[in-house]
């Protein structure tokens, strides 16, 4: 499960790490919630081969034969281990393949006395993180457009499942391409979708703030405050 994710990266160093086309300008968000607009890099056809392309989308994924919206539950994650089974998922997994990028995410620990103890999980040392995801164009009765995402999931490394036994599918630079490929006449590559590897995550417990706080973040504590 992932829940919570935080951007806060400067744009252009998200630009530059990504490699997109557009130039957008956003500020850091510190507790990304569901529902709310996250960014997402998708990968086009175009003349000159394919190039990678920043939009947003609602972090809740609906797929193209949702009915009734309200009725519909909100599909923030899709389970790497089935995402292929899924008829929710199955155009989006050959088409709409995307990055989500992150600086890091939240779980929270169940205590055996008093409230669940937040974590935030992040790359060692810092750094981007490209989460693994899939977007879909969701036509209402009305007929307007709203661009949906989700997170896949995948099981939890060696140290992270200390906290929670499921992670985000974390794909690595070199690897973007291939997640990322338009191409529909070859088969997604599924075999990218796999836990981090050991040591590449640290985590650490931080304040309860985490659970009020929407997006400016200056009481989300850092490894020094902790």
Not at 88 to 104: E, H, I, K, N, Q
Not at 140 to 149: H, L, V, Y
Not at 168 to 188: G, K, M, N, V
Request: aromatic residues 10%; charged residues 25%.
């Amino acid at each position: 499960m992932c829940g919570r994710f935080a951007i806060t990266s400067p744009p252009e160093a998200v630009r530059a790490f990504f490699g997109y086309a557009e130039h957008p300008n956003f500020p850091p968000r510190y507790n990304i919630a569901p529902t709310q607009p996250i960014p997402i890099i998708c990968a086009r056809r175009e003349a000159e081969g394919a190039t990678r392309h920043f939009q947003l989308a609602r972090w809740g994924f609906l797929p193209g034969f949702v009915k009734d919206v309200q009725k519909f539950p909100l599909i923030l994650n899709a389970r790497a281990e089935t995402l292929a089974e899924k008829p929710s998922f199955r155009a989006a997994l050959r088409r709409r393949r995307c990055l989500v990028p992150a600086d890091g995410w939240y779980e929270w620990r169940a205590n055996l006395k008093g409230p669940k103890t937040p974590f935030l999980f992040r790359r060692a040392g810092g750094g981007l993180l490209a989460f693994a995801g899939l977007w879909e164009t969701f036509i209402d009765p009305s007929g307007a457009e709203i661009d949906t995402a989700c997170i896949v999931t995948t099981m939890a490394n060696g140290a992270t499942a200390a906290i929670h036994d499921r992670m985000p599918a974390l794909i690595e630079r070199e690897d973007f391409d291939a997640w990322l490929d338009p191409d529909e006449t070859r088969p997604p590559r599924l075999n990218l979708l796999r836990p981090a590897a050991e040591g590449a995550i640290e985590f650490f417990a931080i304040g309860a703030a985490v659970n009020r706080v929407a997006n400016d973040g200056p009481e989300i504590q850092t490894p020094a405050d902790c």
